[in-house]
C-alpha cells in the first residue's frame, strides 16, 4: 500500500506541466512506512515545498507528520497546512492551516488538495 501511494504521488507530480520539480524524494521505509519531500517551481516561480511521514495503520494510510508550504517568488507565504504542535488553542489540534488572513483549524490535506488550491491561486476564474 506504501509504494501504491508514493507512485501515485510520483504521477501526480509528473503531470504538472506548469511545474518544474526542484527536488523529490519518495521513501518507502518498510511495507508499512514511507517518507517523502519535494520542492516544485511554478511557471510564475512561486514555490511549493512539502513533505510528509505517512504510515499504514489498520488499513488505513495516516499522516505521522506533514507541511505543505506555498509562497510567492518573493518569499510571501500564501498557505502552510501543517501539524506542528505549536497551537493547542485550535480544534483538531495539531492539525491547521497558515493563510494570509491567519491560523485556522484544518484537517490534514491530500496534496491533490494543496495543487487545487495552488491552482486555484494561479489560475482564478475570469471576472465578468
Do not use: C, W
Not at 25 to 40: F, H
Amino acid at each position: 500500500m506504501i509504494r501504491r501511494y508514493l507512485s501515485r504521488v510520483h504521477s501526480l507530480i509528473r503531470s504538472r506541466t506548469d511545474a518544474r520539480v526542484e527536488m523529490l524524494s519518495l521513501r518507502p521505509i518498510s511495507s508499512e512506512e514511507g517518507r517523502l519531500r519535494g520542492r516544485l517551481r511554478f511557471s510564475d516561480d512561486s514555490l511549493l515545498e512539502f513533505r510528509e511521514a505517512v504510515a499504514i495503520e489498520g488499513q488505513q494510510m495516516v499522516k505521522l507528520n506533514y507541511a505543505y508550504h506555498y509562497q510567492r517568488a518573493d518569499g510571501t507565504p500564501i498557505m502552510r497546512y501543517d501539524n506542528a504542535p505549536h497551537h493547542p488553542e485550535l480544534p483538531g489540534f495539531p492539525n491547521h492551516k497558515h493563510t494570509l488572513a491567519g491560523i485556522e483549524p484544518a484537517e490534514p490535506p491530500d496534496l491533490s488538495e494543496v495543487l487545487n488550491e495552488i491552482d486555484a491561486y494561479l489560475y482564478p476564474a475570469e471576472s465578468r
